[in-house]
T-cell receptor, first 111, second 116 residues
Framework: ELKVEQNPLFLSMQEGKNYTIYCNYSTTSDRLYWYRQDPGKSLESLFVLLSNGAVKQEGRLMASLDTKARLSTLHITAAVHDLSATYFCAVEAYNTDKLIFGTGTRLQVFP | GAGVSQSPRYKVAKRGQDVALRCDPISGHVSLFWYQQALGQGPEFLTYFQNEAQLDKSGLPSDRFFAERPEGSVSTLKIQRTQQEDSAVYLC??????????????FGPGTRLTVT
């Protein structure tokens, strides 16, 4: 059974600092997604990572995928308050289309 | 174009009532998914359709939950005899094509169900 774990679960960071969120998954998959969720809102797609070694960047966020290690990272550079939200990774279960989500990382950026 | 829409956005039901939640996917999207998100948790898969065929319903928590997509577009998730543990946000997502490991899922705004 595919399991997806994120850490940390909660992250409080100062503006301007850098940090990394980790996403580990337990079985084979070649597709991993990162989503952002603001309180009371739905999921906003951030990145789709489709192959080993994939790296994508958008603004202050950069995501990477290592399928051999079954690990994805979401790196935050020079955090700003607008990045405060909950971030989920989701892995496409092998041989299906369904997504298995991590527990989420609640990010709070303070001045 | 229009994204995935869901209705109602909020629903309060008394324990034991039946509820029906509607999802309108992005036009032309073949695949449709339902997820349940409890407070403070990540979404959990409920069921999946490719056109009108329900290909996977392994995530439905009990036989009180039933989903349909009779014409391959709009889908309805029905919960019979609601219980307090059914309180959650129900998210619908659609994707462009069917088949294993195909396309990105786009999520609707969700229906927040509260069972009192």
């Amino acid at each position: 059974e595919l399991k997806v774990e994120q850490n940390p679960l909660f992250l409080s960071m100062q503006e301007g600092k850098n940090y990394t969120i980790y996403c580990n998954y337990s079985t084979t998959s070649d597709r991993l997604y990162w989503y952002r969720q603001d309180p009371g809102k739905s999921l906003e797609s951030l990145f789709v990572l489709l192959s080993n070694g994939a790296v994508k960047q958008e603004g202050r966020l950069m995501a990477s995928l290592d399928t051999k290690a079954r690990l994805s990272t979401l790196h935050i550079t020079a955090a700003v308050h607008d990045l405060s939200a909950t971030y989920f990774c989701a892995v496409e279960a092998y041989n299906t289309d369904k997504l298995i989500f991590g527990t989420g990382t609640r990010l709070q950026v303070f001045p | 174009g229009a994204g995935v829409s869901q209705s109602p956005r909020y629903k309060v039901a008394k324990r034991g009532q039946d509820v029906a939640l509607r999802c309108d996917p992005i036009s032309g999207h073949v695949s449709l998914f339902w997820y349940q998100q409890a407070l403070g948790q990540g979404p959990e898969f409920l069921t999946y359709f490719q056109n009108e065929a329900q290909l996977d319903k392994s995530g439905l928590p009990s036989d009180r939950f039933f989903a349909e997509r009779p014409e391959g577009s709009v889908s309805t998730l029905k919960i019979q005899r609601t219980q307090q543990e059914d309180s959650a946000v129900y998210l619908c997502a659609s994707s462009q094509a069917g088949g294993v490991g195909s396309y990105e899922q786009y999520f609707g705004p969700g229906t927040r169900l509260t069972v009192t």
